[in-house]
């Protein structure tokens, strides 16, 4: 029997659920923006949504293709740029952000730079974009991304994107304000959080049909795992049905 929905739909349900009504979440395109769409028009009516670009708390008609998509302003309260978006972040005022990379170490940090050797790299990457400066300075940083042992790795071969560097206190010793730092990481199996007292990586739930040893061995470095782990709560009919109908009617995002 076919699934009810799709992964990617998991991702999105399960990520927009972290975001509360009256705070503010800096995305980009395409899954972060569809959780942060579907959370506005599912449990936080007034949450303020920024894009990189300069849109300020737009009421998106429909999914934007780029951060600088005309529907990023749409109905929005200021057609702002990249730097006030940045200095907003800097003033502590952007409670979450997604970012996306690479690769992930067990401590949050991101790759999205290089694999291999800086100058003859395997692979180059885009790169930070905005990415250091929303995990530098905004309270909470969620990640979105594939579970795959590639990508999940014990160091992170260039240090893109800041999480809790090498553990507890790493983060102030470097002279980021203190209380940031890496929330949740939603991948295709299971939603990751953070020990509180090592900083290191921990599964928080795993998804319906996935098994423990599928997060294990999918990841490339020694996970916190609990004793009992709880299920991802699926998808309702009415996530599914507003994240299909009015968040992503094309299947941009969720048809991959």
């Known amino acids: 029997m076919a699934p009810e929905y799709r992964m990617m739909e998991m991702m999105i349900c399960a990520a927009s659920r972290y975001l509360e009504d009256g705070r503010t979440v800096a995305v980009g395109t395409g899954a972060p923006c569809a959780a942060a769409m579907l959370a506005q028009k599912m449990n936080a009516p007034n949450l303020v949504i920024l894009f990189e670009a300069g849109?300020?708390?737009p009421t998106m008609p429909q999914m934007p293709i780029s951060v600088g998509d005309s529907r990023t302003f749409f109905r929005g309260i200021m057609a702002a740029g990249m730097s006030e978006m940045m200095s907003t972040c800097c003033r502590g005022l952007v409670d979450y952000a997604f970012l996306g990379g690479?690769?992930?170490?067990?401590?949050?940090n991101i790759n999205s730079t290089v694999v291999g050797d800086f100058y003859k790299p395997k692979v180059r990457f885009p790169g930070s974009g905005g990415a250091n400066d929303f995990a530098s300075m905004c309270w909470r940083t969620?990640?979105?991304?594939?579970?795959?042992?590639s990508r999940f790795v014990e160091k992170?071969?260039?240090l893109t994107t800041p999480g809790y560097l090498t553990g507890p206190g790493a983060r102030e010793a470097a002279g980021l304000p203190p209380n940031t730092g890496p929330y949740k990481i939603i991948t295709d199996l299971a939603v990751l959080g953070?020990?509180?007292e090592t900083k290191v990586m921990q599964v928080e739930s795993i998804h319906p049909?996935?098994?423990r040893d599928q997060v294990r061995d999918a990841t490339g470095f020694d996970l916190i795992m609990p004793d009992f782990i709880?299920?991802?709560?699926?998808p309702s009919d009415s996530e599914l049905r507003i994240l299909r109908g009015e968040v992503d009617p094309l299947r941009l995002v969720i048809g991959r």
């Open 102 to 108: 690479a690769e992930i170490d067990k401590y949050g």
């Open 194 to 196: 953070f020990d509180e």
């Open 230 to 234: 709880q299920t991802t709560p699926p």
């Open 55 to 57: 849109g300020v708390a």
């Open 156 to 158: 992170v071969g260039f």
């Open 142 to 149: 969620l990640i979105m991304t594939v579970h795959t042992k």
């Open 209 to 211: 049909g996935v098994e």
